[in-house]
């Protein structure tokens, strides 16, 4: 019953949500705050909906994504799943929870990649993604390895054409004598 009387169901007239939601990135924090749009320090220059690619210092880390299914029957119900390529093997189901966070993640190219059902489990296996690259700091890149590398020879070097300097030296001093 209800306040106008009696309400009548007829589970045959129950129709199942057979919309596939699609899925988008929402959000972006970096240490658990907002990211600003092109402020100074800033990784986006446009939303986060429409970056194709999202480039990270090491010092960005920890960063959290939001992302929704765009099925609005009952979208308390939506249901997601993620996974980072390149860290995660594996899907992580994480049921309504609409948030990802990485923590220190390390230097290198990554794909961020979410689906999303609707209340009636109707998934867009597609979903969206995220292209993430995290950039090593200046003394993990390959270039200053070569500059160390190219430094240390050059010490070496140096070492050793000092040494035989020093012995010739030696050698022209004991046969003068």
Do not use: C
């Not at 199942?16 to 749009?37: D, R």
């Not at 240390?152 to 050793?160: E, I, K, L, P, W």
């Amino acid at each position: 019953g209800g306040s106008q009387g009696f309400n009548m169901l007829e589970p045959e007239h129950i129709t199942e949500n057979k919309h596939v939601p699609p899925v988008a990135l929402t959000g972006f924090q970096l240490y658990n705050k907002p990211v600003v749009i092109g402020a100074k320090g800033s990784p986006l220059e446009s939303s986060i909906t429409v970056i194709p690619r999202l480039v990270l210092h090491h010092d960005q880390g920890v960063f959290t994504l939001e992302f929704a299914a765009l099925d609005f029957v009952a979208p308390d119900k939506n249901q997601y799943a993620y996974k980072l390529e390149g860290l995660d093997r594996d899907w992580n189901e994480v049921g309504t929870k609409h948030t990802a966070s990485y923590t220190n993640l390390p230097a290198g190219s990554y794909t961020f990649r979410v689906r999303g059902a609707n209340n009636d489990g109707v998934w867009n296996q597609e979903g969206a993604s995220l292209a993430i690259k995290v950039v090593p700091p200046f003394w993990a890149s390959w270039w200053f390895r070569l500059i160390l590398l190219g430094i240390a020879v050059a010490a070496v070097r140096y070492v050793v054409r000092s040494a035989r300097e020093r012995r010739e030296s030696l050698e022209r001093m004991n046969a003068t004598l």
